[in-house]
């Protein structure tokens, strides 16, 4: 049946300095720029938990302020409840106030932060190599750019301020307790360590569980995103079942391990619930018993009531910061590797200057492997001389190294041995943005970016005037159909392009690397078949861009190999042959045998005119 092998490795979840806590401090560093912001919130967030300590004790003034003198004189004195009351409306206010200022002032940082993050990740993945992204599926770094960046978040806005908030209610709380009964704090106190406890216990249950799920909707999403960009061939291969069943499965994985973790909350809530309205009873009979006996008075009863409210609360809250941290940790872990993952392309400390170069490309003895040492190179021995302004054409099985060799060019990898020379300068002692303006690409696929036809233009040099690019589409055969598009220069391609033909792709492509004006230009020949008309407005366009520039063309066509200074044939990652056509043909060999098999069916369809000097 179908498949779509899972090849690509998810990110690896086990690193050596996984929740370690100095990434913490790391994440300090985004937080630095705020710190300002962040001061304020802070001072905001002390007022507002400090201020909220007075609440009990105030409760507690109303509640003696409205039963004991009325129960005394048999005078209602309304004065006291009068000003309790009017006091604590002012109390609410403040503190309403500084929890909003502190709310806006931390979460302010919190987004700002994540702004930052997500912009130093994604800038950073630009820098990394294809060998990189060859290793890692699309689906689970864009899902380190949304999920893993938000749990950051939580703990740089929200969880900070709880923090800081339920220390100082926690330490307040307890001392305030102390203070109003001792005998009813420390029956109270009994139970913390009880809730501590079954928090630490379950909460380390509930956060594997937690990461379980994360990782199973991380791979979830993966496998969509595969099925969804690719929707197309899947669609033609009928396999929307396989990919339902796929997609499906990992959705009932996730499911799964979030019902194992909603059993384990609920678990943790009905016990938290327990022991929080046990105690409560106990401090209810204990304390009824106490203000029975007269030792204390039910105001203050009710006072020592809300303080311990307050501090149970903010000892549950605590336990679940920890596990916020926790995962957080777990996040910004994963987001520093990526940020740690060097482009494996050293550079240069002093880039010799290749500004504006001829186009002389040597490779010397060049190997190249994809894999580690000791396994077979994919180039070896690779030894060409081209001369500025000449066109080789690059021809072989499939499989021989044609697109490996081209891809050394920009550098998108090292050479393994030897050296690569852009006008007697060996590439990695370039600047590597230099020596890629220097070099275009037309690939066989051309990926459009989801945007206008100018701005897929522009994309080749965006300080172009608009009058350039109209240059760069007429010479790219490209003006006509442009000016037939509902909004011309600025109709929408449509994400990867869809909404234009290979063709008209290609040709937009083209203007892209006419506007770009590269001395080194690499072409991979489409194979797909175009129609007559449009293959040969691509091969004009084509045939313009090359006249002045080193050109390497991955050659499909008759044409194109016969009107190429010099044929290279490759076979399992070496040259083995190379001259002009006529030259292979009459010295037999491999590009003989590929002529023989490939060729002669399109030289017959080419009529006499090809068959001339053949
Ligand atoms: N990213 C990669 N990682 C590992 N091996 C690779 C990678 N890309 C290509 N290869 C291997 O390198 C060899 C040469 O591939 P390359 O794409 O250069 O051949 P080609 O001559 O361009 O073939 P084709 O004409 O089919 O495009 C192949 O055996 C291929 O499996």
Redesign the pocket.
């Known amino acids: 049946m179908f498949s779509r092998p899972n090849a690509r490795a998810a990110l690896p979840d086990t690193g050596p300095n996984r929740r370690d806590p100095a990434n913490l401090l790391r994440l300090l560093h985004y937080v630095k720029p705020y710190v300002a912001w962040l001061s304020l919130g802070i001072f905001s967030t002390l007022i507002s938990a400090g201020l909220s300590l007075v609440f009990p004790k105030l409760f507690g003034n109303l509640i003696d302020a409205s039963f004991l003198k009325r129960a005394g004189s048999g005078v209602a004195d309304t004065g006291p409840l009068d000003r309790i009351v009017l006091l604590l409306l002012g109390v609410f206010a403040v503190v309403a106030l500084f929890t909003a200022l502190q709310s806006f002032l931390i979460s302010r940082v919190g987004v700002r932060v994540v702004a930052d993050l997500r912009r130093a990740v994604f800038s950073h993945l630009l820098t990394l190599s294809?060998?990189f992204f060859?290793t890692r599926r699309t689906g689970e770094l864009t899902s380190r750019l949304t999920s893993d960046v938000s749990t950051v978040q939580t703990v740089v806005s929200s969880a900070l301020a709880q923090l800081l908030s339920q220390v100082v209610t926690l330490i307040g709380g307890v001392t305030l307790m102390v203070l109003t009964s001792f005998q009813l704090s420390l029956f109270t106190l009994a139970v913390i360590p009880l809730i501590i406890g079954t928090a630490v216990v379950i909460g380390l249950q509930i956060r594997k569980a937690a990461r379980e799920v994360q990782d199973k909707v991380a791979a979830a999403n993966a496998s969509a995103e595969e099925a969804i960009s690719g929707v197309r061939v899947v669609q033609s291969f009928t396999a929307e079942d396989v990919e339902r069943e796929r997609y499906g499965e990992g959705v009932e994985q996730s499911f799964a391990a979030s019902l194992r973790r909603i059993k384990l909350t609920s678990l943790m809530a009905g016990i938290m619930t327990f022991l929080a309205f046990g105690s409560l009873a106990g401090v209810l009979w204990y304390g009824g018993r106490q203000v029975l006996v007269g030792a204390i008075t039910p105001g203050k009863l009710v006072s020592f009531l809300f303080y311990a409210l307050q501090v149970g609360i903010n000892v549950g809250g605590l336990t679940g910061i920890f596990s916020q941290v926790q995962e957080a940790l777990g996040a910004s872990s994963r987001l520093f590797e990526l940020l740690d993952t060097k482009s494996e392309l050293p550079v240069s400390p002093a880039p010799q200057p290749l500004d504006r170069v001829a186009g002389r490309v040597q490779f010397e003895n060049v190997s190249f492997r994809?894999?580690d040492e000791g396994e077979l190179p994919?180039l070896s021995g690779l030894n060409l001389d081209v001369s500025p302004g000449q066109t080789v054409a690059l021809v072989?099985?499939?499989?021989?190294?044609?697109?490996?060799?081209v891809?050394l060019l920009p550098r998108f990898y090292d050479v393994t041995g030897g050296t690569l020379k852009v006008d007697g300068v060996d590439v990695r002692q370039a600047d590597l943005e230099e020596l890629r303006r220097q070099v275009g690409l037309v690939p066989q696929e051309t990926l459009l970016f989801s945007g206008s036809v100018a701005e897929n233009i522009l994309y080749g040099r965006p300080s172009a005037s608009q009058a350039e690019v109209e240059g760069a589409a007429r010479a790219a055969n490209a003006e006509e159909f442009i000016l037939r598009l509902p909004q011309g220069y600025a109709t929408a391609v449509g994400e990867r392009g869809v909404k234009l033909s290979g063709g008209q792709r290609q040709r937009v492509a083209i203007a892209r690397a006419i506007l770009k004006n590269p001395r080194i230009l690499i072409l991979d020949e489409a194979t797909s078949a175009l129609d007559n008309e449009s293959e040969a407005l691509v091969q004009d366009a084509l045939e313009k861009l090359m006249v002045g520039r080193t050109t390497f063309v991955?050659a499909h066509r008759l044409s194109t190999i016969r009107s190429a200074d010099l044929i290279v044939v490759?076979d399992a990652?070496r040259a083995v042959q190379r001259g002009t056509h006529a030259e292979l043909i009459a010295a037999g060999g491999l590009y003989k045998d590929l002529y023989d098999l490939q060729f002669r069916a399109e030289r017959r369809e080419q009529g006499p005119l090809a068959v001339q000097g053949v």
């Open positions: 294809p060998r060859a994809y894999g994919t072989g099985p499939s499989g021989a190294g044609k697109s490996t060799l891809s991955i490759m990652g």
